[in-house]
């Protein structure tokens, strides 16, 4: 039984357990408006009659709460009765309510009717005056939108497009808004734009006639700004001479006073000049019309383009750069064409400076840095090309000046121009070769020429008129009478005189290049060596070895170039008092002369050497020795006494060689020497050469005689010391070869002069003719 109850307990509380899971899905299903899907799958899920059991609990429920309305409504029922019974009792007042409203109504509207009509009167009154208030406020905000467009049209008329820009804006964001329902505003919107575009047009076409008028006047600005940079440079020149010279006036007084007065005079001239320059100051708003570019740059600003028009103006610009920078293919030829390309380059730089302090983002420094940079390395490589054609000094010294106003200019306007002045000493050079050229020229005229003699002087004048122009010094010739000679020839005094003008020549280019002195003094140096070492030692060797030129000539050409090289160290004093640099200083460069004539002098030595044995040998050309001749004439052949006769005139020229001092009597003692023996050695030889001569068979007695004679006569020339300062027999020791041969020939008459039959008594003769065979 225990066990049978058990099952009965778990039933029972399943039984419950359905019960109330069905309760809670009616509970859900009344208290909720929501999809029902969930709470209905949850009754159903796993249960077996579960539709049949729930709708029994459905219908229960149903009836529960049919019997609750109907208890709620048993309990209202004698309430509701009691109003239904009520309101039976209002329904007559009600109707009699309704007839008497009724009758209040008709009455009411027959008295309203006029008050009606007056109404509708003043209704459409003040409709019509609600309306004339609105016309009038509308016509408020409209008037000044006309007229603020009627300003516009009229500043267009009068090309006030700043200006008509300023109207568009204030039209656009102020007074259109307003009224942007009207339609005469919607085409006012519509042309704006249109103005717009057409004042860009207008004032682009204005900045296109500005370019072109800047391109045109660039030559005029640029010139005006180097005048003016020069009269400024030139101004402080003047004033810091005045200074120095008032410095130097204690040192100095007597000169200091005449050199002061001039300066004065130079100085109140120079102001002068300034203020008559003052009252004609150009500059390049003077010039040129600067209001385009603003008035462009100001519209598209306002425009919203102002980046366009910068790119468009810097665009503009470079294009200009590059035809300015382009020069004419004559430029060289003339001075003209250099200043013009200047100027053009110098007035387009000045615009955009001008342009660069005036406006603001325009144009940059960096901008205009970048352009010159570019425009610099174009000018340097033009200059290097045209400059290079230029063959007269003159014209590079001019290209020189412009060159240094054109730098002074620039620069004063901010441009760098270093490597301007860098270009400048490599023109410098090529003016040095241009100078030298010159003056090749000027020395060969003066060579030229020259006599070849040396200069008489007739008198105390022409003697101080000599030495002004040559630094000539000797104290025996200054013992002498007049009238006398000095020693060298014309061309000295003028070769000296060209030198120092060649120097002058050279610092004008050296000046205004912002170089010291010593600098400037090193330049001068190195150049006035070139034209020493280089083009006047060219000159002389040419000179030298020139077919007209005769011994007397060489002669004297050794005495020009030892008063020349003593003259270097008054050339180096000079060079000192022009730069004020001491020759004490240590980098102090030295002039290359004395090497110069030095070699020129040994070259007219050898000239003297070859020519004396070249005349030698034309006097023995016309020797007509018969060596079959049975006696001799009994004197000396004639050409032989000729050629000595010549010899001794010759060797007399070099007692004028220059002897004032120790050392030029013995280097023209030296000379001398060295040319008699040579002549001497050369006659000898041709003499035995012509002894010895491999086609001479056979010599008689009396061509021997004849030959001795000859000899005797050369002994006797050696033996007279043409030239003093032989030690001893030196010269006639020329001879003895000759002599050798001629006791030969006297051995061995009527024989030929052979190797094998020259007896061991003449060896020296013996060796030369086995040479000679050789």
């Given amino acids: 039984m225990a066990r049978k109850s058990r099952p009965n307990m778990s039933e029972m509380y399943l039984e419950e357990n359905k019960d109330q899971i069905y309760e809670n899905a009616l509970a859900e299903i009344e208290s909720f408006e929501l999809p029902l899907g969930t709470t209905l799958r949850s009754v159903y899920d796993d249960q077996p009659n579960a539709h049949q059991r729930f709708m029994e609990k459905l219908d229960t429920c149903i009836r529960n709460h049919d019997r609750e309305i109907e208890k709620m409504c048993n309990f209202h029922h004698q309430g509701f009765v009691d109003a239904i019974t009520e309101l039976l009792k209002v329904r007559a007042d009600a109707e009699k309510l309704k007839v008497q409203v009724t009758d209040t109504n008709r009455r009411l509207q027959d008295a309203g009717k006029e008050v009606i009509a007056q109404t509708e009167e003043i209704i459409r009154c003040r409709v019509q005056q609600r309306n004339i208030t609105t016309v009038v406020e509308k016509l408020q905000l409209c008037l000044p939108v006309l007229e603020m467009y009627s300003k516009l049209k009229e500043q267009m008329k009068v090309k006030r497009y700043y200006s008509a820009l300023k109207t568009m804006e204030q039209l656009e964001n102020l007074y259109l808004p307003r009224v942007s329902q009207y339609r005469f505003c919607q085409i006012m919107i519509e042309n704006l734009p249109k103005l717009r575009e057409e004042i860009k047009e207008i004032s682009m076409s204005d900045l296109k006639d500005f370019l072109e008028s800047i391109r045109k006047h660039s030559d005029r600005i640029g010139e005006t700004a180097m005048k003016q940079a020069q009269q400024q440079k030139t101004f402080s020149t003047t004033l810091q001479k005045h200074n120095n010279v008032n410095y130097g006036r204690n040192m100095h007084l007597g000169r200091s006073r005449i050199l002061d007065s001039k300066n004065e005079m130079t100085l109140k001239r120079t102001f002068e000049e300034d203020d008559d320059h003052d009252e004609e100051v150009l500059t390049a708003q003077d010039l040129v019309d600067f209001s385009p570019v603003y008035r462009c740059l100001h519209i598209y600003s306002v425009l919203g383009d102002g980046e366009i028009f910068e790119n468009y103006y810097r665009k503009q610009r470079r294009k200009q750069a590059r035809l300015v920078l ?129 200069i008489p002087v007739a008198n105390e004048e022409e003697y101080k ?78 000179l030298i070895k020139k077919p007209h030129i005769g011994l007397t000539e060489l002669v004297q050409i050794i005495i020009n170039t030892t008063h020349l090289e003593l003259a270097c160290k008054y ?196 060796r030369k003719r086995h040479l000679y065979d050789i």
């Fill in 326 to 454: 382009q020069p004419q293919s004559s430029m060289h030829e003339t001075v003209e064409g250099y200043r013009r390309y200047f100027s053009q380059i110098v007035g387009f730089f000045v615009v955009e400076d001008h342009i660069l302090h005036v406006t603001q983002g325009l144009v940059t420094r960096t901008y205009t840095d970048e352009l010159w940079n570019m425009a610099l390395s174009k000018i340097i490589a033009v200059l290097r090309t045209h400059s290079s054609y230029c063959n007269d000094p003159d014209l590079v010294l001019e290209l020189k000046n412009l060159i240094v106003v054109f730098a002074d200019t620039l620069q004063g306007y901010g441009f760098p121009v270093n490597r301007l002045f860098d270009l400048l000493f490599e023109i410098r050079d090529q003016y040095n070769e241009t100078l030298l050229k010159k003056w090749s020229g000027l020395f060969r005229d003066i060579f030229e020429a020259d006599n070849y003699s040396p």
């Fill in 465 to 542: 008129i000599v030495i002004s122009k040559f630094p000539f010094q000797d104290s025996e010739l200054d013992k002498q009478s007049f009238p006398k000679k000095l020693p060298m020839s014309q061309s000295v005094p003028q070769i000296y005189i060209q030198v120092k003008e060649f120097i002058y020549a050279s610092l004008k280019f050296s000046e205004s290049l912002h170089r010291s002195s010593t600098e400037i003094d090193d330049m001068l140096r190195k150049s006035t060596n070139l034209l020493l070492t280089r083009t006047l030692s060219s000159c002389l060797q040419n």
């Fill in 571 to 766: 050339l180096e004093d000079f060079i000192s008092n022009i730069t004020n640099i001491s020759q004490v200083t240590v980098h102090t460069a030295r002039l290359y002369g004395l090497s110069t004539f030095k070699d020129a002098r040994h070259a007219a030595e050898g000239e003297i050497y070859t020519k004396l044995n070249q005349k030698i040998d034309e006097f023995i050309q016309i020797a007509d020795y018969d060596w079959t001749m049975s006696e001799s004439d009994g004197r000396a052949s004639g050409y032989l006494m000729d050629l000595i006769n010549f010899l001794r005139s010759t060797f007399q020229v070099f007692t004028h060689l220059p002897n004032n001092n120790n050392d030029h009597a013995a280097m023209s003692g030296k000379v001398a020497q060295t040319a008699c023996m040579s002549a001497c050695q050369h006659l000898s030889t041709s003499l035995m050469q012509m002894l010895l001569d491999t086609e001479l068979k056979q010599i008689s007695m009396g061509a021997i005689q004849q030959f001795n004679l000859d000899v005797i006569q050369c002994e006797l020339f050696a033996s007279s010391e043409p030239v003093p300062g032989f030690q001893g027999d030196t010269l006639q020791l020329a001879f003895i070869d000759l002599r050798q041969c001629w006791l030969c020939g006297q051995l061995a008459p009527k024989v030929a002069l052979s190797p094998k039959i020259i007896p061991d008594s003449c060896p020296k003769v013996k």
